[in-house]
């Protein structure tokens, strides 16, 4: 594809160029090395960033983040902020899994305590989480309580007896993002987020045993409670068919509106609405529901993992020191406030497939962080590694205080399912490294193969060089449950 100019910024900075005849408002910024820049070429991601920088009101460029691939609308690892007046809302910039994300739990347990049992520990999880497409949640509500969920996020469940107080203050938006409006989300949205709170879906979503291998960081490390051989739970999933309806519900509807017809964007996958529109303010009310809808699965998926710890270890969770490190989204949109040209001013940032990375000092991260920064967890795959990094001033000044979210695919779900034998890497990935994989379908396994993925510390290595975030640990799985 040509038409477009790239230049080096430096190693791990590229910029494309602004090019009116192309319709770009702004430049693009991609965080890369010659390796991911070229992938990303070869399935015209470059393409994705340039069409999202043709967006009304969109601040300063378009910016991709080292673990790029190509995505619906935006690419995944997609950042863009656009002005309040000026600009659009697109829930292709969000996903349609809304506010999927992660949640680190720490343990007190050493490695070597675990060593021999953790087949019996994954077999427990396994039968305790409810998971796979369709699934359902071992929790039922009704619309009256759904609503709830929607307005007050994680103070529901806490209520009702999941998880504990303290967890809320580790929780990105303290596990309620405000802006929640149940009359914005469809019934059928309703209809299928009714059964699936506490359940971990299907695709890339996951739990996994892990154990901590390497400390780049030490002060970070001590702040955060993590050290050497430490086990910890890391959980992915996000706001199931719930979320994937109110992406689908307002795509169709702002693809019909005549303000985008008019606006001649290359992808109809860009749907998009004025932030301050009647589309553009429903969308975003719906989203925060799902938003929160999210945060509460995650929050009783937990729930599910130290009750079942505590059958395993005859402890209460509590003893076994399974706090939250961290519970951070990467799919969503948010008005934050930045300094741009010298003023601070409210912007709605979309990052889709990329977390949020304060750094040092933001009100916006729990109290026990402010001095080293947010956590950023960064999964892997399910072969190979995920990491702990903290949130720098750099990312703060450079790209809205963003980072990657993972690892990023290099081939298609389809392709994997044709290429990977999933019986035969299940019992590689054992055999080799001794991580025991458990999933309802094989075709979860050959999706999810690390070979379809980058290799996560590359991707790692660049945000951190690139000074967007900054490595604290990396964490190795034993074993892994997929959905």
């Known amino acids: 594809m040509s038409g477009y100019d790239i230049k080096k910024i430096d190693e791990y900075k590229w910029e494309i160029l602004k090019n009116q005849s192309l319709g ?18 070869n399935e015209n991601t470059i393409q994705q960033v340039i069409n999202v920088s043709c967006l009304p009101g969109i601040v300063k460029a378009s910016f991709a983040m080292p673990d790029i691939h190509y995505g619906y609308g935006f690419p995944i690892g997609g950042v863009a902020a656009m002005d309040l007046e000026e600009g659009v809302i ?12 992660v949640r680190l739990l720490k343990t007190n347990i050493d490695y070597n305590e675990i060593k021999e049992k953790v087949e019996d520990i994954m077999y427990k999880l396994f039968s305790a989480i409810p998971k796979g497409v369709g699934s359902k949640g071992r929790i039922k509500t009704s619309k009256k309580e759904l609503e709830q969920i929607f307005l007050q996020g994680v103070n529901w469940a806490i209520k009702k007896g999941y998880g504990d107080e303290s967890d809320k203050f580790f929780i990105e938006e303290e596990g309620c993002m405000q802006g929640a409006n149940p009359d914005y989300v469809s019934k ?17 979503h996951f739990l996994e045993l892990q154990r901590v291998t390497d400390i780049y960081d030490d002060y970070c490390a001590k702040v955060m409670g993590i050290y050497k051989n430490q086990i910890m739970i890391m959980i992915h999933s996000g706001s199931r068919g719930l979320g994937h309806q109110v992406c689908g519900d307002y795509t169709k509807l702002m693809q019909k509106t005549s303000y985008f017809n008019k606006l001649n964007i290359a992808d109809r996958q860009l749907a998009c609405s004025p932030i301050n529109s009647d589309e ?9 529901c799902a938003v929160n809808y999210a945060m509460v699965n995650r929050h009783c998926l937990a729930h599910w993992v130290r009750i079942s710890f505590e059958q395993i270890f005859s402890k209460s969770w509590k003893s076994l020191g399974m706090f939250l490190l961290y519970d951070v989204s990467h799919n969503i949109a948010k008005i934050e406030e930045f300094k741009i040209n010298g003023k601070r001013i409210n912007v709605c940032v979309h990052r889709k497939g990329a977390t949020r990375a304060f750094g040092p000092g933001s009100i916006y991260i729990p109290k026990e962080y ?20 903290v949130g720098t001033k750099k990312a703060m000044d450079d790209c809205f205080g963003s980072t990657c979210h993972g690892a990023g695919r290099i081939i298609s779900r389809a392709q ?23 999933a309802d379908s094989p075709a979860s396994i050959s999706e999810e193969a690390p070979q379809a993925y980058k290799d996560v510390s590359m991707v790692v290595d660049i945000a951190h060089n690139a000074g967007i975030s900054k490595k604290v640990a990396k964490l190795e799985p034993l074993g892994v449950i997929k959905g």
């Open 416 to 438: 994997a399912k044709k290429q990977i034998n999933a019986s035969q890497l299940k019992k590689d990935l054992f055999e080799n490294k001794r991580i025991i994989i458990l």
């Open 370 to 389: 402010r001095d080293i920064g947010q956590p950023v967890i960064i999964p892997g795959d399910m072969g190979r590694y995920s990491y702990i990094l």
């Open 280 to 288: 553009g303010k429903k969308y975003f009310g719906a989203m925060v």
């Open 188 to 204: 059928q949205a309703y209809d299928r987020g009714s059964d699936q709170v506490g359940s971990l879906g299907s695709g890339n």
């Open 90 to 101: 697109s829930p292709g910039g969000v996903g349609f899994d809304i506010s999927c994300g």
């Open 24 to 41: 770009m408002r702004v430049p693009g910024i991609i965080y890369a090395n010659e390796e991911i820049l070229e992938h990303a070429k």
